[in-house]
């Protein structure tokens, strides 16, 4: 079992950055490949940002490509998702997710752990 843990979410102004960390228990942390989704009210979790084992493959969303980089301290059992230029549509309710496999992909179906959501608000 691997709990998640995530922090970092908040209020910032369009253009700022903020970090997200999302830290695991539990052992085998580069067993995992990880990535972060977000979801509006109502709406689907949408893929945002996923990186591999080792960190020598990442994947975006093209609507954070420049903007967000993810990564990973295998030694900390912690990924992090920085995001910089933020616009007031990046508003919504982050999630990172662990999936059993040292390669980055798939749905949100796919991922085995979850995190518990953390908001983050962009206002202009």
């Known amino acids: 079992q691997v709990q998640l843990v995530e922090t970092g979410g908040g209020l910032v102004q369009a253009g700022d950055s903020l970090r997200l960390s999302c830290t695991a228990s539990?052992?085998?942390?580069?067993?995992?490949?990880m990535s972060w989704f977000r979801q509006a009210p109502g709406e689907e979790r949408k893929f945002v940002a996923g990186?591999?084992?080792?960190?020598?493959?990442?994947l975006y969303a093209n609507d954070v490509k420049g903007r967000f980089a993810i990564s990973r301290d295998n030694a900390k059992n912690t990924a992090f998702l920085q995001m910089n230029s933020l616009k007031t549509e990046d508003t919504d309710v982050y999630y990172c997710?662990?999936?059993?496999?040292?390669?980055?992909?798939?749905?949100?179906?796919?991922?085995?752990?979850w995190g518990e959501g953390n908001q983050v608000t962009v206002s202009s």
């Open positions: 990186i591999n084992w080792n960190g020598d493959t990442t």
């Open positions: 997710a662990a999936l059993l496999s040292r390669v980055v992909g798939g749905g949100a179906d796919d991922y085995d752990y």
């Open positions: 539990g052992r085998s942390f580069s067993s995992y490949a």
